[in-house]
């Protein structure tokens, strides 16, 4: 009986470790999946804007296809109003969450796509393009940019004012055969279709004039009140897919995307498919914080730095272009209940919550409820995010709910923004 005893309780101890160890990895290998998809989007940050001068504009919007929406009660989610919505001309930007309280934070990545990008052209070729336009006026639809620019028909474009401050719109091509290329229309749908480059089956591709009316285009991105552009300014190209991503933590536990300027997708077979708008995408389970910092160049204003180089609140249009990093971490957690906590200890017992270099993550048990910037949506107990807070590790709670008796992993990264950088220099 004695042997016996001694095997199981030896087995039990070796089930244990084994459970705890394959739990730790599992953690490790689920953040890093995680933190390498949310840093190749953020690589990709800026490219077709990331030298611009109006870094930091309002962009007036407008979605034929989108329906009235509020925004996020972090802001990341961009309010809808008859079709209109707006951002920021930015490459990145941290929405939400409590810095000093460690609360998930939401982040919004924009940048351009390039499927006609040609090394010979300036439209999309390069990190950060931009283009004059001149001879518009507040009644013409049209914009001389003064060059063939590859700008097809179906890209998207932002057309920056020279105004002060500066306007910023996005605007859909919709006849790029004016003036041997120099010269682009962008009508809005009560002006009739067009062909679209990427989606429309023309032989020749969107032959002009056009007759396969079966396959054209209605505008939708064209604001039909939008009362027109100044003389000058200039033109970035996105091309026909732009993103605006905007990642969160949902649910309290799973790192996630959503476009918020969708467009459409293409499938092997060429079907087309509009994107629903702000559709989230699920990257990796078991991911529970998210924290983000702005970077800021060694050559940057001192009013820039003068709270810190690495900061989370926004920085001003002036400075968006002194914006050369992101510092991002992840906290991913196990799914294994440990028996003893998970957690190191101070000197008077307590958990210590694992920190990442901008400080401590925000610790909450497991089945409170959270809002994507990060507060505290419904709990069962007061305070609100934590009901274990007066347990020791003499004293240690043993509820499944108790942050402390799981294993986590902190995964952190700087991130370049290469296309801000090779447009400031």
Same mark, same amino acid.
């Given at each position: ?17 084994? *459970? ?44 034929a296809?989108? %329906? ?24 990145? /930007? ?19 796509s390039?499927?006609?990008? /040609? #090394? ?10 931009? /283009? ?8 013409? &639809? ?5 060059a ?52 429309d ?5 969107? #032959?002009l ?23 000058? =300014? *200039? ?24 476009n ?20 989230f ?15 800021f ?16 609140? &926004? ?11 992101? *510092? ?38 497991l089945? &409170? ?17 934590d ?6 590790? %003499? ?6 709910k108790?942050?402390?008796h799981? *294993? ?14 090779? =447009?400031?220099?």
């Amino acid at each position: 009986m004695v042997t016996f005893l001694i095997m199981f309780q030896m087995f039990d101890s070796w089930d244990k470790n084994r *459970r705890s160890t394959s739990a730790g990895g599992g953690a490790a290998v689920t953040g890093a999946l995680a933190l390498f998809r949310l840093e190749r989007d953020l690589r990709l940050a800026g490219f077709g804007f990331g030298n611009a001068v109006e870094l930091g504009c309002t962009v007036n919007a407008y979605d034929a296809t989108r %329906a009235n929406e509020a925004a996020s009660s972090s802001g990341a989610v961009s309010a809808t109003s008859t079709h209109a919505f707006s951002f920021p001309l930015v490459p990145f /930007q941290i929405y939400g969450g409590t810095a000093a309280a460690g609360s998930p934070q939401q982040i919004a990545t924009l940048y351009g796509s390039s499927e006609a990008s /040609q #090394a010979t052209r300036f439209a999309a070729t390069a990190a950060a393009g931009a /283009q004059p336009y001149t001879d518009a006026t507040t009644t013409s &639809t049209q914009m001389d940019v003064g060059a063939l620019g590859n700008i097809q028909q179906g890209d998207l474009v932002i057309m920056a004012q020279e105004t002060t401050p500066y306007l910023c719109d996005l605007m859909e091509v919709t006849n790029n055969g004016l003036a041997g290329g120099r010269i682009f229309e962008h009508k809005d749908s009560t002006q009739g279709d067009y062909c679209h480059f990427y989606t429309d089956t023309h032989t020749p591709p969107c #032959a002009l004039p056009n007759t396969n009316l079966s396959t054209n285009t209605t505008p939708r991105f064209n604001n039909p009140g939008f009362a027109g552009p100044t003389p000058t =300014g *200039r033109i970035y190209v996105l091309g026909p897919r732009p993103q605006r991503r905007v990642w969160q933590i949902r649910n309290g536990r799973t790192l996630a995307f959503a476009n918020d300027l969708p467009t459409y997708t293409v499938s092997s077979a060429g079907v087309v498919t509009a994107e629903a708008v702000n559709e989230f995408t699920d990257v990796a389970d078991n991911i529970i914080n998210l924290q983000a910092q702005y970077v800021f160049s060694s050559t940057a204003p001192a009013a820039c730095t003068a709270s810190a180089t690495w900061r989370t609140d &926004t920085p001003s249009a002036a400075c968006q272009g002194s914006v050369w990093a992101v *510092r991002i971490a992840l906290l991913a957690r196990s799914d294994q209940f440990e028996k003893t906590w998970g957690v190191p200890v101070d000197a008077t017992g307590f958990a210590v919550a694992p920190r990442w270099s901008g400080g401590s993550f925000g610790m909450s048990n497991l089945n &409170t409820v959270l809002n994507a910037d990060g507060s505290v949506s419904s709990s069962d107990c007061t305070p609100a995010r934590d009901c274990f807070t007066t347990t020791t590790l %003499a004293t240690q709670s043993k509820d499944p709910k108790d942050w402390r008796h799981y *294993r986590y992993r902190v995964l952190e990264s700087i991130v370049p923004l290469k296309n801000v950088m090779w =447009g400031s220099r």
